[in-house]
């Protein structure tokens, strides 16, 4: 078998690197005729930069990722592509807005709390922050769960990849 990405990291979206001998023109090329003509459970979503590899409607669920693939020439003639698993659009910008309102919020009750400290009054605005680390925390766990339960989906999505491309991709 393959390598597949890693799944058991702690970052929020796996990604690899690779670099293909082709054009550019010829990589996207080959990428979506494979990917088209390889399974009807994907959806490719054909930009002039990049290429989307989605888990088809009917198979999504919440927790179902896609593969972008970002693909640049080289000096040398060859393709560097840039491949990124991550949830839909929607999913990831709700973790993203999360963690900035979190973010925000303990900020700023933080400073609240230190200053209700310093001037001796009840630093409230500690319990606020520490909620807000406790509530960011959750927001993590609840991406890792995402990605556990997406993890054969997105091994699926891998091994089309390295099909199309014609051999194992392992700089995970």
Request: proline share 5%; charged share 15%.
């Amino acid at each position: 078998m393959n390598p597949a990405p890693r799944l058991n990291s702690f970052g929020l979206r796996p990604c690899f690197e690779h670099i293909v001998q082709l054009s550019r023109d010829e990589a996207r090329a080959r990428l979506v005729q494979t990917f088209a003509k390889q399974n009807p459970g994907f959806e490719v979503h054909e930009f002039p930069e990049f290429i989307g590899l989605h888990i088809a409607e009917a198979q999504r669920r919440f927790w179902s990722p896609r593969l972008f693939l970002v693909l640049d020439s080289t000096d040398s003639g060859t393709t560097r592509i840039q491949g990124t698993y991550g949830p839909e659009a929607e999913i990831w910008s709700g973790f993203v807005y999360g963690y900035m309102i979190l973010g925000l919020i303990g900020i700023f009750s933080g400073v609240l709390g230190a200053s209700q400290f310093f001037i001796h009054e009840t630093p409230w605005g500690l319990w606020v922050l520490g909620s807000m680390l406790i509530a960011g925390g959750l927001l993590y766990l609840g991406s890792q769960v995402g990605q556990r339960l997406g993890a054969g989906q997105t091994v699926q999505l891998h091994e089309t990849y390295e099909s199309a491309v014609g051999r194992p991709v392992s700089e995970l």
